[in-house]
């Protein structure tokens, strides 16, 4: 079965590559127009998978659900994606050798790429979008957890698609939710040019030890904010909670907030306090828990976990190597922030905090495709080769160079 959708994938590839820029715009605004239109079916889909999860798992179900909000929300990404510039074609270079050769680079698509996710059907349309986009065909296996919401999905897209006289084979979804299939794909060499997953550590890792086919890795945010000395305390409180609470189940959100020992007495009372009150469980260090009885004390396991919930790690530091030290430990490299007056503290922070995102006096939350101007992302790399951070259509395309001459041979 994965080899015909294989196959399949590669011949609407190869379509994909020679649609025009304004061909795939007006793809992508048909399949906008479609998820819309049939809101209420995607709903009513997306309301199985809600009645089958756990109740408990309130992270897990904000990322699941679908509402109209956030089905305009979905089809606004796709808009989005059309209006951003085709970087397909793109000639990054042509110089001219001493023996008279033009050497050229371009960029082209990647070809197929595979998407293995968890539960959080956006993914479903953000792939088909960006990969459209950048001139590539998708398969995309999500979770058994998001199943009708995503088969629902996919066949309004493969629909518009049809509509408009494109082979709907351009996005494909593995309905078989199974673990040996999720391990079958992850070995479709010939057919996959990449491997995307996106989801929880245990997924990413599965697919890093797995996958016979290239594998871009996207990581967990395990984010952190230090709170420096010169820090302007009146921005930090709400920039915080921000960061921490305004949607705790996503990869961007705080879990980490070091402080400088000189101004811990006075704020860590007030920041833990204003936590709190948001519904947020401290876990700290030993001092930590003496100036906020109300934290418990942190393990060293917490220290590495993305809790993905209304929890955070708290710890004082002695001052801006020391955060560096813990950072450069426990963080997974997604994205680390400074709060800081101090030019020459921020510079060094960005200089050796060594993440896909250093952000100064900003929360984190802001690490995400749409925020940086890319339309959407097939998510946040946090390796170091080929993509990092948020993932937007130059990360779906390679390079080729180009040679033109005029009978030269080589000696």
């Known amino acids: ?12 590839a190869s379509y994909v590559r020679r649609l025009a ?17 049939n809101a209420a079916e995607i709903i009513s889909a997306n309301a199985k998978d809600m009645a089958a999860s756990d109740p408990a798992r309130k992270a897990f179900n904000d990322r699941l659900m679908l509402n109209e909000q956030r089905i305009s929300g979905l089809a606004e990404g796709m ?6 510039n085709d970087p397909t074609g793109e000639v990054l270079y042509i110089k001219t050798l001493p023996n008279g050769l033009n050497v050229g680079e371009k960029r082209v698509p990647l070809g197929v790429v595979g998407m293995i996710y968890e539960a959080r059907p956006n993914v479903t349309t953000d792939s088909f979008a960006l990969c459209l986009k950048a001139g590539n065909a998708c398969v995309l296996r999500g979770s058994k957890e998001a199943i009708h919401s995503n088969v629902a999905i996919v066949k309004i897209l493969q629909a518009a698609l049809t509509r408009l006289g494109h082979p709907p084979k351009i996005v494909q979804l593995i309905e078989d939710t199974s673990r040996e299939t999720a391990r079958e794909f992850m070995r479709l060499n010939g057919y996959l040019d990449v491997l995307i997953p996106r ?7 599965a697919a890093v030890e797995n996958a016979t086919v290239p594998v871009i890795e996207t990581g967990v945010g395990n984010c952190h904010i230090f709170v420096d000395e010169s820090a302007d305390l009146t921005k930090a409180v709400p920039l915080i909670i921000n960061a921490k609470t305004q949607r705790p189940s996503v990869c961007n959100a705080t879990e980490k907030l070091l402080i400088h020992k000189n101004i811990a007495k006075t704020f860590l009372p007030k920041i833990c306090g204003a936590l709190a009150a948001a519904g947020v469980k401290i876990r700290g ?16 396991d917490d220290w590495h976990t993305e809790f993905l919930d209304l929890i955070i790690g708290v710890k004082v ?26 030019y020459t503290n921020a510079n060094e922070f960005i200089d050796l905090v060594d993440s896909a995102a ?23 790399s946090t390796q170091k080769l080929h993509a990092r951070g948020p ?15 005029n009978g030269q041979v080589r000696g």
Do not use: P
């Open 1 to 12: 079965m994965l080899k015909k959708i294989g196959a399949n994938a590669k011949e609407a």
């Open 21 to 37: 820029s304004a061909e795939k715009n007006k793809i992508l605004t048909a399949c906008a127009d479609a998820l819309e239109k």
């Open 79 to 84: 808009r989005k994606v059309s209006r951003q």
């Open 199 to 205: 989801g929880s550590a245990g997924l990413i890792q």
């Open 285 to 300: 260090c030993g001092k930590t828990c003496a100036l906020f009885s109300a934290a418990s004390i942190a393990s060293e």
């Open 317 to 342: 530091v002695d001052d801006l190597d020391a955060a560096i030290a813990h950072i450069s430990k426990y963080s997974s490299g997604h994205t680390d922030c400074i709060l800081t007056e101090s």
């Open 358 to 380: 250093v952000f100064v006096n900003a929360s984190t939350r802001f690490t995400d495709g749409e925020e940086f101007g890319l339309g959407a992302e097939m998510g946040i």
């Open 391 to 405: 993932m937007g259509l130059t990360a779906l395309t390679t390079t080729k160079f180009f040679v033109t001459g």
